[in-house]
C-alpha cells in the first residue's frame, strides 16, 4: 500500500561512522530506530527510537493499521515504554546532571507524549515489542526467521513523519542473513551482526518489509532493472520459480512499457515456512508472499507485481497520504484489486503460463462464486469497496453480507476490456486505460478520483460514453449482463444446476478452538430445532466437528439427520435436525463456434493481449 525503497548505496559509505563511534554528519538531524533480534525464541523486538532536536515536548505513535483494511492497534503488542536522554559526547554528561530527566506517559490507546526539559535535546525511546503471526500481512520472530512490516514495530513522530529516517538490525543470529529490496546477500555485514538502512520519510520505512534468516537468494537473468528473489521455506524448485517469475515480470513490464522500480524483490515464504499463511502483500519496490505449496507461487505473483502500477502508482485519492490511525475509506478497491485480479489473469495466460481453457475456468469460477452469493443483489462494487474495514468480522464475510471487491472487480475489467474492444473495432482495449491511468495518474504521482477518473479515462480510450455502464454495475447493483458482452467476443456463457444438502447454518473455528455457529438461516431446519448464533458445537453426530464442512457436506445427503451437542451459557444442549437442501448454479464459459469475424477477432485479442491499431503500428 505504501512505498518502498532501500538506499543502501547512498548510505553504506557512511557505515563506518554509523558502527563506530558517531554518525555521518549529513545524518545527524534524523530519527533513527535500532531493532535488536537478540534472542529471537522469545518473539520480542528490542526498538530503541532515537528522535533529536526535541523542544519542551514530542508526541510519538504507534500505526493502528498496516498492509491490511483492518484496524488491529499495533500498541497491544508493546511492552515497558520509557525514555532516556542521549549522551553522545562525554561533555554532554555534565549538562544533563543539570537537567530535569524527559518523562512519558500515555494519553491514547496509539500515542504518547513526552516532555522535555532542555531545548534542542536528542532523547532515546525505548520499547519491546511481541510478534509471532505468520504471513504477508503480519510480523514474526522466532528461532527460524524475522519478518518484518516495519509499521507494525516502530512508532513514529505525527509531526515529523515526512523526515528521513534512519533503520539499523542489531543482534542478527550468526546463521542469519537479512534481505529486501536494495539488500544483497552478498553484501558484508559488520562483526556486530547489523545491517543499516535509510529511508526518505517515515512512510517509505513503513513500506519496506525485511526478511531476515536461513536464506536462499538469485537473480532473474536478463532483467533490467534488476529481480531478485528471497526464499525461505522448502520443497520448491528454483529453475522453475526463476522461469515462472521472469515470465511474469517481463509480460507486465512490457504491457505498462517501463519498470518503475530501481531494483525489485519477490520475498517469498514456502512450504512449512509459510506456517500456514498464505496470501501476498505489495509493496513499490518488492512483495511479500507466503504459499503453502510453490504451484501456487504464479498466481499470486502476478497479481503482486501488477501493483507496481495499479495501486503503488496509479492511486485513489482516498487512500493518500496515508492515516495510520484510522480507517480510511474508498470506493476504489473493485479497480485497485478488482481490476489487478484482472490483469493476474491475463498475465497468466498471456505469458504461456496457463491456457486459454484454464482462463475460461478461472473466470467462470469468479462468475459462480460471484452469482451464489445473495448480497450481491444489493451490494455494489463501490459499496464492497467502502465496506472492506467490516473484513475482519466473519459474519460479514458469509454469502448474505457481502461480495468480493476481487472477485467483482475482476469480472467488470473483463466486460470492460470487451466493450471497449468491440467500440473501437478492437483497436483499443483496458491496457491502453491502464496504461493511460499511469501516464496521468502514476508517473506524476497524481492520485485518481476513485470511480470517476477510472470512467473518464475509459471514455476518453473508447471514444464514448461508459455512464450507463458505472451507474448501473459499478456504483449499482443491476445484474451484470454477461450474456450480451460475452457473446461481443465469441464467448458463450452456460449455465447447470446441481442440489447438494444443506446445514442451514454457518459456521467457523477459531486457532486450536472450538467451531462456532455464525448464522443461522430463518427458515431452515436448524433455526427450528433451536440452533442459535453463538452456540459452540462440541459433538457432530457422536464425534469432533469435521474440519473442513464443505468436504464433509459432499459426502451426506438432504435428509439425513444430524445430532449436535452444543454449549450456550455454559449449559449443554443437544439438538437434532434434517439436512436441507439448495440448488446451485455453476457457470462455464467456452468460445461460441457461431461467432462472427469481429467477436472471434475481439476474442482472439483479449487472450492475446493486442489490438489492431498495436498490429498496424507495428506493421508500419
Known amino acids: 500500500m505504501i512505498g518502498f525503497l532501500f538506499r543502501s548505496a547512498r548510505f553504506f559509505g557512511c557505515l563506518t561512522g554509523l558502527f563506530g563511534l558517531g554518525f555521518c554528519s549529513s545524518l545527524q538531524a534524523t530519527i533513527r530506530y535500532e531493532v535488536s533480534l537478540a534472542h529471537p525464541e522469545q518473539h520480542l523486538f528490542h526498538v530503541t527510537m532515537t528522535i533529536p532536536d526535541v523542544d519542551d515536548e514530542v508526541l510519538v505513535q504507534m500505526p493502528a493499521w498496516n498492509a491490511l483494511y483492518q484496524i488491529h492497534d499495533f500498541s497491544a503488542h508493546i511492552q515497558q515504554v520509557e ?16 537537567t530535569a530527566p524527559p518523562s512519558i506517559g500515555k494519553i491514547d490507546k496509539l500515542t504518547w507524549r513526552i516532555k522535555i526539559h532542555k531545548d534542542h535535546e536528542t532523547i532515546n525511546v525505548r520499547y519491546a515489542i511481541y510478534w509471532d503471526e505468520p504471513g504477508p500481512f503480519a510480523t514474526q520472530l522466532n528461532r527460524e526467521h524475522a519478518f518484518i512490516n516495519p509499521a507494525m514495530i516502530l512508532m513514529y513522530v505525527p509531526q515529523r513523519r515526512s523526515e528521513p529516517v534512519q533503520l539499523v538490525l542489531r543482534d542478527i543470529p550468526e546463521t542469519w542473513q537479512a534481505a529486501g529490496a536494495g539488500i544483497q546477500l552478498s553484501e558484508s555485514m559488520s562483526v556486530v551482526r547489523q545491517r543499516s538502512s535509510e529511508f526518505a520519510d517515515y512512510d517509505e520505512l513503513a513500506d519496506a518489509p525485511i526478511e531476515v534468516g536461513k536464506l536462499e537468494e538469485f537473480q532473474l537473468q536478463g532483467m533490467n532493472p534488476e529481480v531478485w528473489v528471497v526464499i525461505h521455506g522448502d520443497s520448491y524448485k528454483k529453475k522453475e520459480i526463476e522461469a515462472e517469475l521472469r ?3 517481463e509480460y507486465e513490464i512490457k504491457l505498462m512499457g517501463k519498470a518503475p522500480y530501481p531494483r525489485y524483490t519477490f520475498i517469498v515464504h514456502t512450504g512449512k515456512a509459510a506456517a500456514g499463511a498464505a496470501g501476498g502483500m505489495e509493496h513499490a519496490d518488492s512483495t511479500a508472499i507466503s504459499v503453502l505449496s510453490p504451484e501456487a507461487l504464479p498466481g499470486v505473483a502476478a497479481h503482486e507485481f501488477f501493483h507496481l502500477w495499479n495501486v503503488k502508482r496509479i492511486r485513489p485519492a482516498t487512500l493518500y497520504p496515508i492515516d495510520y490511525t484510522k480507517e480510511q475509506y474508498t470506493r476504489a478497491l473493485w479497480f485497485a484489486e478488482g481490476i489487478t485480479n484482472t490483469y493476474g489473469s491475463y498475465t497468466l495466460e498471456r505469458s504461456g503460463l496457463w491456457s486459454k481453457l484454464e482462463f475460461y475456468r478461472d473466470l467462470s469460477q469468479q462468475i459462480t462464486e460471484l452469482e451464489a452469493r445473495p448480497a450481491n443483489r444489493w451490494q455494489s462494487a463501490e459499496q464492497s469497496s467502502l465496506d472492506a474495514w467490516l473484513e475482519k468480522y466473519p459474519l460479514y464475510e458469509n454469502p448474505e453480507y457481502s461480495v468480493s471487491y476481487y472477485t467483482k472487480g475482476q469480472i467488470l475489467g473483463v ?22 491511468m499511469n501516464n496521468d495518474f502514476g508517473v506524476p504521482e497524481k492520485p485518481y478520483r476513485d470511480s470517476l477518473d477510472v470512467q473518464l479515462t475509459a471514455e476518453k480510450v473508447a471514444g464514448g460514453s461508459f455512464e450507463d455502464f458505472f451507474e448501473h454495475y459499478v456504483a449499482g447493483t443491476k445484474p451484470l449482463p454477461y450474456q450480451a458482452i460475452f457473446a461481443l467476443a465469441g464467448l458463450d456463457l452456460r449455465q447447470t444446476t446441481r442440489k447438494r444438502a444443506s446445514l442451514g447454518f454457518g459456521a467457523e473455528s477459531a486457532l486450536k478452538g472450538p467451531l462456532i455457529v455464525r448464522s443461522v438461516d430463518a427458515n431452515s431446519a436448524a433455526a427450528e430445532a433451536g440452533l442459535q448464533s453463538g452456540d459452540l458445537i462440541l459433538k457432530w453426530n457422536g464425534g469432533e466437528p469435521p474440519r473442513r464442512i464443505v468436504d464433509w457436506l459432499r459426502q451426506h445427503k438432504s435428509g439425513e439427520l444430524l445430532h449436535l451437542v452444543i454449549r450456550r451459557d455454559d449449559v449443554e444442549l443437544k439438538i437434532d435436525f434434517r439436512l436441507g437442501e439448495i440448488t446451485e448454479t455453476f457457470y ?11 467477436a472471434h477477432h475481439i476474442r482472439e485479442g483479449l487472450l492475446h493481449g493486442v489490438t489492431d491499431a498495436a498490429t498496424i503500428h507495428a506493421a508500419n
Do not use: F, H, M
Not at 466486460?415 to 493511460?436: A, G, Q
Not at 467456452?590 to 469481429?598: I, L, M, V, Y
Open 83 to 98: 525514555v532516556r536522554r542521549s549522551v553522545a559526547q562525554p561533555g554532554d554528561a555534565a549538562i544533563a546532571a543539570d
Open 247 to 249: 515470465r511474469i515480470c
Open 415 to 436: 466486460l470492460l476490456d470487451i466493450l471497449i474492444r468491440d467500440r473501437t473495432d478492437n483497436e483499443k482495449s483496458l491496457d491502453d486505460v491502464l496504461r493511460k
Open 588 to 598: 462455464d464459459l467456452a468460445e461460441d463456434s457461431r461467432a462472427g469475424d469481429k
